[in-house]
């Protein structure tokens, strides 16, 4: 990393790295120089092929952020010794160095409703401050990336082209998501209808990327690198996936995989605190579906993954990205079992 840290000026001897957060994209390490912290971050451009798409982004909402909202904490990446907050390194990759914004904290699990509506409020008001950003100037730093019939479609390609002997393994779960691709047809109903208005949406809302003080009360929202036009549905989708639930997509004991659902009113109520009136009738009426899809979507691109031998995600353990599929269905199965009394809320 030495490079890299010379192009900040980080060249203290005593400065100490660690690995930092559970991202799984992303390499991540936490610096601290002296009384300083930050945060350090390699851009996988396995995923992210062309990184300054991202940096332009963040330019123009963090510029938007300041002018309409200069009350709102924006972590925007710190220039580097040629004054760009994208540092390249040939031969290595791509680097971004982030203020730690102190006396924060994530979590990787939610303990409690607060946390929830804290998290969702924060990301409600993070869209809703972007309000006036011309989305035709916003790059798609992933085409397509919840695009569900193509991840659907992704999915059925594994299962001939992906390992055979895994696919063969993974029957039982194979034919649950594929008997459950309604939730596709009403994707594509979606898209033909547009019932959902496309705003500045952060599309990857889950707990660990929001930051809490002390008090448990919400500072802002970090990883900004797949904030592009999209719908609402992915935010609140992404947050009932990773908030409902008691433990996170990598338990593999199932039985502590189920919803709460003190925890899927606060998400919508923190929601509409933010974005209430900036919402349509069919995005009211639509939390309940924004769930499915999500967690879904999950489940097909872990399954997806475990079939094309875990090219994208990567595995700690062999079977890591099935027992995670295994997690999501789980969650949906239970979701499901819920929808008359969830989908009333709030609007009995
Ligand atoms: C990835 O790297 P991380 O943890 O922020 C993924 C998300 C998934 C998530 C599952 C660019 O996010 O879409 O929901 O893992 N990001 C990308 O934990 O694929
Ligand atoms: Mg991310």
Redesign the pocket.
């Known amino acids: 990393l030495k490079e890299a840290l010379a192009a900040y000026q980080l060249n203290d001897p005593s400065l100490s790295i660690e690995p930092f957060?559970?991202?799984?994209?992303?390499r991540t390490w936490k610096l601290i120089d002296g009384g300083k912290s930050f945060v350090l971050q390699k851009i996988?451009q396995a995923?992210?092929n062309d990184p300054a798409k991202i940096d332009k982004n963040i330019r123009i909402i963090s510029t938007a952020c300041k002018a309409n909202h200069p009350e709102q904490l924006f972590v925007s990446p710190l220039p580097n010794n040629n004054g760009e907050t994208l540092t390249y390194l040939p031969g290595d990759g791509y680097y971004r160095l982030f203020p730690f914004v102190n006396g924060s904290h994530s979590i990787d699990a939610v303990d409690n409703e607060q946390q929830a509506y804290e998290a969702a409020a924060q990301f409600a008001k993070f869209t809703a401050a972007l309000k006036e950003v011309d989305l035709s100037q916003l790059e798609l730093?992933?085409p397509d990336?919840?695009n569900l019939e193509i991840r659907y479609a992704q999915f059925v390609d594994a299962m001939s082209t992906g390992n055979t002997a895994r696919v063969i393994e993974c029957q039982k779960i194979i034919s649950r998501l594929l008997e459950l691709n309604d939730i596709v047809a009403e994707y594509s109903r979606m898209l033909h209808t547009r019932p959902f208005l496309k705003r500045v949406a952060h599309?990857?809302t889950?707990i660990?990327?929001v930051l809490f003080d002390e008090n448990d009360k919400g500072i802002c929202v970090v990883?900004l690198?797949?904030v592009m036009p999209g719908y609402f549905i992915s935010d609140i989708g992404?947050m009932m996936?990773?908030y409902l639930s008691p433990v996170t997509?990598e338990e593999q004991d199932l039985s502590k995989v189920f919803v709460r659902p003190g925890i899927y009113k606060a998400i919508v109520d923190g929601y509409l605190s933010g974005m209430g009136p900036q919402l349509n009738e069919a995005e009211k009426y639509s939390f309940f579906y924004a769930a499915k899809f999500?967690i879904y979507m999950?489940a097909l691109?872990?399954l997806t993954d475990y079939l094309r031998d875990d090219i994208?995600?990567g595995a700690k353990y062999t079977t890591q990205n099935l027992s995670?599929a295994q997690n999501q269905l789980a969650l949906l199965e239970d979701l499901i079992s819920r929808e008359a009394t969830l989908k009333a809320y709030p609007f009995q």
């Open positions: 957060g559970t991202g799984l994209i992303n996988n995923v992210f730093t992933i990336f919840h599309h990857d889950k660990s990327n990883d690198d797949t992404d996936r990773t997509e999500m999950q691109r872990f994208y995600y995670r």
